[in-house]
C-alpha cells in the first residue's frame, strides 16, 4: 500500500530554484533507495537523482552540481532542490521508490510511481 504524491513544480525563470518533495506512505519508506526521474514532452523517461536508505546520493551529469536530493525517513519525504534551473530542465518530475535492480538510475529498477509534478524553466 504505497503512495508516492510529488508537489513543489511550478513555474520558474531560467537561473531560479525549485524544491520538490515526494511524500510517502507505506510501510517500506525508510528501508528503500528513492528516486526522481523527469520526462519532458516526446521523451523517454530519464534519471535524475537516487538516494539511498544510508542517504548515499546519485545524480545524472546533467544536474550534478545543481540538483540536491535528500529524505527524511521520519516524515516519510524525499525532496529534490533544484538550482539554477535551465530551459531544458522543463518536464514532469516524477517520485519512485526503488524496489530491487542492479541500476539506480534505470526505471526497471522502480515499482512505486508517483503522478508526477509539472516544472517548467522560462527564458
Known amino acids: 500500500q504505497v503512495q508516492l504524491v510529488e508537489s513543489g513544480g511550478g513555474l520558474v525563470q531560467a537561473g531560479g530554484s525549485l524544491r520538490l518533495s515526494c511524500a510517502a506512505s507505506?510501510?517500506?519508506?525508510?528501508?528503500?533507495?528513492m528516486g526522481w526521474f523527469r520526462q519532458a514532452p516526446g521523451k523517454e523517461r530519464v534519471f535524475v537523482s537516487a538516494?539511498?536508505?544510508?542517504?548515499?546520493?546519485f545524480y545524472a551529469d546533467s544536474v550534478k552540481g545543481r540538483f540536491t536530493i535528500s529524505r527524511d525517513n521520519a516524515k516519510n519525504t524525499v525532496y529534490l532542490q533544484m538550482n539554477s534551473l535551465r530551459p531544458e530542465n522543463t518536464a514532469v518530475y516524477y517520485c519512485?521508490?526503488?524496489?530491487?535492480?542492479?541500476?539506480?538510475?534505470?526505471?526497471?529498477?522502480?515499482?512505486?510511481w508517483g503522478q508526477g509534478t509539472q516544472v517548467t524553466v522560462s527564458s
Open positions: 519512485a521508490a526503488f524496489t530491487g535492480g542492479t541500476y539506480y538510475a534505470s526505471t526497471k529498477s522502480y515499482a512505486y
Open positions: 507505506g510501510l517500506i519508506f525508510g528501508s528503500r533507495a
Open positions: 538516494i539511498t536508505w544510508s542517504g548515499v546520493t
